[in-house]
């Protein structure tokens, strides 16, 4: 894990790891959605990674810096599921044991992918669960090296990867939309877009049920908030992680904040409209787009990922909420 603290992150360590995710991460496309209205609403389509998430950037660019220490003692996470899968992943490519602390009730889909890919998994309640993403540590699993799902800088270079994509597929751009789950991937993107283009906005985007970005920015800190389990797993803590503020509070732009209903509306117009499945977390970020939120202008909203449950998108898709 880093030493460094999640706001240190420069433009300089996301174009390093741009060469260090050479032929690991796809360069994924940049699309214009039929959004029926007069705006532009693009979608860069990280579900078609080969986990089907954005987490196979951070978590590749941070095991290639931890060396040859990752393969002496192993890697572990914390995640509910997709950052487990791009540590999986990542690590059975280079040879290296690899375990994730979940949640319990994390979805089955997810929990299976990790499996496939290899990894080990310990599940715990979700108080505990999210004490490991406060602590940075469990301490069965030690000495592995913990790779942290949001804070640490190193994943969040790899995920500030896809904000120079953008800018290059679309220069023109003026509002980023960005799942907030706990602001590695917002944070990484503005890292990069913000450092090239600073009138460029990056808005994290949040449910209803769970919106812990938007409850920091009014308290101006970060507060506890009321949170429900819904399908939109993805995202949606109970407080902002106090290692994340800072830099959240600097390069984000806001919170945009979307009912289930929108969400799941925004999961059938991406099939409807574009034949991608997207899951709850890349739903909020596209519904923003839709309502048009954060104002007129050119929109791209970053699709994090298509792991959903097909017990979750049978119900959208027939215009039910699981």
């Known amino acids: 894990m880093s030493v460094r603290t999640p706001d240190s992150l420069t433009l300089a360590d996301v174009q390093e790891a741009r060469k260090r995710l050479e032929g690991v991460a796809v ?6 959605l039929d959004d029926g209205g007069t705006g532009e609403l693009y ?8 986990i089907r998430s954005f987490k196979i950037r951070g978590s590749g660019n941070a095991i290639a810096m931890l060396g040859d220490a990752a393969a002496e003692t192993g890697v572990y996470t914390a995640s509910a599921g997709n950052m487990a899968q791009g540590v999986a992943w990542n690590a059975r490519r280079l040879g290296i ?6 949640p319990d009730g994390a979805p089955h889909s997810k929990l299976d992918a990790i499996h496939r890919l290899g990894a080990r998994t310990i599940s715990v309640p979700y108080a505990e669960w999210w004490k490991v993403l406060v602590t940075h540590r469990y301490e069965p699993l030690e000495p592995a090296h913990f790779i942290h799902p949001v804070s640490d800088p190193d994943v969040m270079a790899g995920n500030g990867t896809i904000g120079l994509e953008i800018l290059e597929d679309l220069p023109d751009v003026n509002v980023v939309l960005v799942p907030y789950g706990g602001g590695g991937l917002s944070c990484g993107i503005a890292t990069a877009v913000r ?28 507060v506890t908030v009321p949170r429900v389990a819904t399908f939109v797993d993805g995202i949606g803590g109970p407080v902002v992680l106090s290692d994340m503020w800072p830099a959240a509070s600097r390069l984000l732009a806001g919170a945009l904040v979307v009912s289930l209903a929108e969400v799941a509306a925004a999961i ?11 899951e709850g977390a890349a739903g909020a970020a596209v519904a923003a787009g839709l309502k048009g939120l954060a104002g007129p202008g050119r929109y791209v909203a970053v699709v994090s990922g298509g792991n959903i449950d097909p017990e979750v998108l049978i119900p959208i898709l027939d215009g039910e909420l699981p």
């Open 43 to 50: 979608l860069k389509l990280e579900n078609l990674q080969p």
């Open 27 to 32: 360069r994924t496309p940049l699309i214009r």
């Open 195 to 222: 450092s090239l283009r600073p009138e460029v906005r990056v808005y994290g985007c949040e449910v209803e049920t769970a919106a812990p970005l938007a409850a920091a920015i009014a308290a101006a800190g970060p």
């Open 268 to 278: 059938r117009h991406l099939i409807q409209h574009a034949a991608i499945v997207a």
């Open 97 to 102: 044991r690899c375990t994730a602390v979940v």
